[in-house]
């Protein structure tokens, strides 16, 4: 469905998938899209791996402070899925076997 290297940002999608609010602290200032697995790693503008987060938590997310199955776990309850299901389907999207 996601061709594995494609390299485009989806803005229509981050636009949709933007909340007003960071989705690990629920701060409402200086929030941006992140992508849990990084665009040059293979990782896809799908839903599952975008989360919002405010700059403060948007550099420990970057720095590993926070981890990925951190936000992975936030996105699974966002989504109504399990963290397994958003683990694996990340994975997928990334092209690994799975
Ligand atoms: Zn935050
Ligand atoms: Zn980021």
Request: positive net charge; aromatic residues 4%.
């Amino acid at each position: 469905m996601f061709p594995k290297h494609k390299r485009i940002k989806n803005k229509k999608l981050i636009d949709e998938m933007r909340k007003p609010f960071c989705e690990l602290c629920r701060k409402r200032t200086n929030i941006e899209p992140h992508h849990v697995n990084t665009v040059g790693s293979g990782g896809g503008d799908i839903p599952i791996n975008l989360i919002q987060l405010c700059s403060e938590c948007h550099i420990k997310a970057h720095s590993g402070l926070i981890k990925k199955e951190t936000c992975e776990h936030m996105i699974a309850m966002r989504e109504g899925i399990s963290y397994e299901e958003v683990h694996r389907l990340n994975r997928k999207a990334m092209g690994y076997d799975v």
